[in-house]
C-alpha cells in the first residue's frame, strides 16, 4: 500500500480517556470504547495523566541508542534464533511488506512480568516465541532490565484496566461466556510481551523505498489482544531533539479505506486493538491496518517540500519507542468468527486454534527461519 506525498493526508486525534476515569469501575465508558474501538472507530485511544509514566517512559526510550550501539559480538549473544528472535535482541530477520529483510529497525523483545513464563520443556519447544526465557544485557546495559520491567508492568495495569471497559461495552452487544472476559484472559496469560525498539539513522535515502508510507514498517494489524504504544523520542548523537519531520508518525487506514495520521499525545499511552480480540468480540472491538513513518529525508524533498525537514536536520536521527504486545496465554482457544476477517490467506474462518498455534502460521509470514 502506498500513498502519494502530494495527497492531503488528514490528521486526527486519539479518543483519549483520563487515568482517574479509567480506574473507576463503575463508570460507564462505554461510548468512548465505541468511539475508539468499535465498528466506525479507528482501532485506538489513549489514556492520560497516569500517574509515573512519563518518567518511566523517559528512563527506557533513552536505553535505547545505548543497546544498538553494543559491540556487535555483544548484541550476537543477547539473539534468540530458537525463539525466531522474539527473546533479546533482534536486527535483520524480520521481513518487511515488501518481503525485504527489515533492516532499517532494531527490536528487544522480553516478557516484562515473567522471565521464565514455564519451565514445561514440551511448551518451551512447541512455542518457543512465548514460552522462552528473558535475555538481559546484565554486564554490557545492566539498566535496561528494571527500565523495561517498570514500564512494561505500568503499561499492563493500564491496559488490564481498558480492557475491562471493553468487556462492558462488549457485554452489552453479545453475551459473555467467563472465557470471552478479555481482562480475565490477559490477567490470567503468560504470554505478554514488550518490544523496545530503535530506528537506525538514516544516511543515505536512495536505499529506502521513499514513495511508500509505510516504508519504515509496513502495514499490519497486531494479532494480539491489546497493544500499548509510547510516543517515540527522537535523539542525535545521544541528545534529544524534537521530531523535524510532521510527515512522521503512525497511520490509520480506516474502516472505509481512507489513510488517516493519528496523534496523541507525549505523556498519553495509546491502545490499539489486536486481531484476537476482534476474533473474541465477534467483531464488536476491531483492529486497523496501521504503518509508521519515521523520517523524510532532504534527497526526498523535491516531492514534498512542504513535509521534509531541511538541511541536515533528519541525518543522523535516531528514533526510539516502546510496544506491550497484550496477549492470550498460547493455549488460550480461539474460534475465528465469519463476521471478522482477516488474514484470509490463512483460510481460518469457522476454526478452532489456541493463540500459539495462530501466532505460529503468522510468524511462517514474517521470519524466514523456523525453530
Same mark, same amino acid.
Given at each position: 500500500?502506498?500513498?502519494?506525498?502530494?495527497?492531503?493526508?488528514?490528521?486526527?486525534?486519539?479518543?483519549?480517556?483520563?487515568?482517574?476515569?479509567?480506574?473507576? &469501575? *463503575?463508570?460507564?465508558?462505554?461510548? !468512548?470504547?465505541?468511539?475508539?474501538? +468499535?465498528? %466506525?472507530?479507528?482501532?485506538?485511544? /489513549?489514556?492520560?495523566?497516569?500517574?509515573?509514566?512519563?518518567?518511566?517512559?523517559?528512563?527506557?526510550?533513552?536505553?535505547?541508542?545505548?543497546?544498538?550501539?553494543?559491540?556487535?559480538?555483544?548484541?550476537?549473544?543477547?539473539?534468540?534464533?530458537?525463539?525466531?528472535?522474539?527473546?533479546?535482541?533482534?536486527?535483520?530477520?524480520?521481513?518487511?511488506?515488501?518481503?525485504?529483510?527489515?533492516?532499517?529497525?532494531?527490536?528487544?523483545?522480553?516478557?516484562?512480568?515473567?522471565?521464565?513464563?514455564? &519451565? *514445561?520443556?514440551?511448551?518451551?519447544? !512447541?512455542?518457543?516465541?512465548?514460552? +522462552?526465557? %528473558?535475555?538481559?544485557?546484565?554486564? /554490557?546495559?545492566?539498566?535496561?532490565?528494571?527500565?523495561?520491567?517498570?514500564?512494561?508492568?505500568?503499561?499492563?495495569?493500564?491496559?488490564?484496566?481498558?480492557?475491562?471497559?471493553?468487556?462492558?461495552?462488549?457485554?452489552?452487544?453479545?453475551?459473555?461466556?467467563?472465557?470471552?472476559?478479555?481482562?480475565?484472559?490477559?490477567?490470567?496469560?503468560?504470554?505478554?510481551?514488550?518490544?523496545?525498539?530503535?530506528?537506525?539513522?538514516?544516511?543515505?535515502?536512495?536505499?529506502?523505498?521513499?514513495?511508500?508510507?509505510?516504508?519504515?514498517?509496513?502495514?499490519?494489524?497486531?494479532?494480539?489482544?491489546?497493544?500499548?504504544?509510547?510516543?517515540?523520542?527522537?535523539?542525535?548523537?545521544?541528545?534529544?531533539?524534537?521530531?523535524?519531520?510532521?510527515?512522521?508518525?503512525?497511520?490509520?487506514?480506516?474502516?472505509?479505506?481512507?489513510?488517516?495520521?493519528?496523534?496523541?499525545?507525549?505523556?498519553?499511552?495509546?491502545?490499539?486493538?489486536?486481531?484476537?480480540?476482534?476474533?473474541?468480540?465477534?467483531?464488536?472491538?476491531?483492529?486497523?491496518?496501521?504503518?509508521?513513518?519515521?523520517?523524510?529525508?532532504?534527497?526526498?524533498?523535491?516531492?514534498?517540500?512542504?513535509?521534509?525537514?531541511?538541511?541536515?536536520?533528519?541525518?543522523?536521527?535516531?528514533?526510539?519507542?516502546?510496544?506491550?504486545?497484550?496477549?492470550?496465554?498460547?493455549?488460550?482457544?480461539?474460534?475465528?468468527?465469519?463476521?471478522?476477517?482477516?488474514?484470509?490467506?490463512?483460510?481460518?474462518?469457522?476454526?478452532?486454534?489456541?493463540?500459539?498455534?495462530?501466532?505460529?502460521?503468522?510468524?511462517?509470514?514474517?521470519?524466514?527461519?523456523?525453530?
Amino acid at each position: 500500500m502506498s500513498l502519494s506525498w502530494e495527497s492531503t493526508v488528514p490528521t486526527v486525534s486519539t479518543v483519549t480517556i483520563s487515568y482517574s476515569e479509567l480506574k473507576e &469501575s *463503575n463508570i460507564d465508558l462505554s461510548a !468512548r470504547i465505541e468511539e475508539g474501538f +468499535g465498528p %466506525n472507530g479507528l482501532g485506538i485511544l /489513549s489514556v492520560k495523566d497516569v500517574p509515573g509514566y512519563s518518567t518511566l517512559r523517559q528512563n527506557l526510550l533513552r536505553l535505547a541508542p545505548r543497546l544498538a550501539g553494543l559491540p556487535e559480538e555483544v548484541k550476537r549473544e543477547l539473539e534468540d534464533a530458537h525463539s525466531r528472535y522474539n527473546f533479546g535482541w533482534s536486527h535483520g530477520k524480520e521481513k518487511l511488506e515488501s518481503g525485504k529483510l527489515d533492516m532499517l529497525k532494531g527490536s528487544y523483545y522480553a516478557n516484562p512480568l515473567q522471565d521464565v513464563p514455564t &519451565s *514445561n520443556s514440551y511448551e518451551i519447544q !512447541r512455542y518457543p516465541s512465548y514460552c +522462552g526465557s %528473558n535475555i538481559w544485557p546484565r554486564n /554490557s546495559l545492566p539498566e535496561l532490565e528494571g527500565g523495561f520491567k517498570a514500564l512494561g508492568k505500568l503499561m499492563f495495569e493500564v491496559g488490564l484496566m481498558v480492557a475491562y471497559h471493553c468487556d462492558q461495552y462488549v457485554s452489552k452487544g453479545i453475551k459473555q461466556h467467563e472465557k470471552q472476559n478479555l481482562e480475565k484472559i490477559l490477567r490470567d496469560s503468560r504470554c505478554h510481551k514488550g518490544r523496545l525498539l530503535y530506528y537506525f539513522p538514516a544516511q543515505d535515502s536512495s536505499t529506502q523505498d521513499n514513495d511508500s508510507i509505510s516504508s519504515w514498517c509496513g502495514w499490519h494489524t497486531d494479532h494480539g489482544s491489546l497493544t500499548g504504544l509510547t510516543r517515540a523520542i527522537f535523539s542525535r548523537d545521544s541528545v534529544e531533539v524534537p521530531c523535524p519531520d510532521p510527515a512522521s508518525g503512525l497511520y490509520i487506514q480506516t474502516r472505509s479505506g481512507q489513510i488517516v495520521k493519528v496523534v496523541y499525545g507525549e505523556d498519553e499511552i495509546a491502545y490499539q486493538i489486536g486481531e484476537t480480540t476482534a476474533i473474541l468480540s465477534s467483531g464488536y472491538l476491531r483492529a486497523t491496518p496501521h504503518c509508521v513513518r519515521v523520517i523524510i529525508l532532504q534527497a526526498f524533498a523535491d516531492m514534498a517540500p512542504q513535509l521534509a525537514p531541511q538541511g541536515e536536520e533528519a541525518r543522523g536521527l535516531e528514533r526510539s519507542t516502546f510496544a506491550l504486545f497484550m496477549q492470550p496465554d498460547w493455549d488460550q482457544k480461539l474460534t475465528f468468527p465469519k463476521e471478522v476477517t482477516i488474514h484470509e490467506e490463512l483460510s481460518l474462518s469457522n476454526e478452532v486454534l489456541t493463540f500459539g498455534e495462530y501466532t505460529e502460521k503468522l510468524l511462517n509470514k514474517y521470519y524466514d527461519s523456523k525453530p
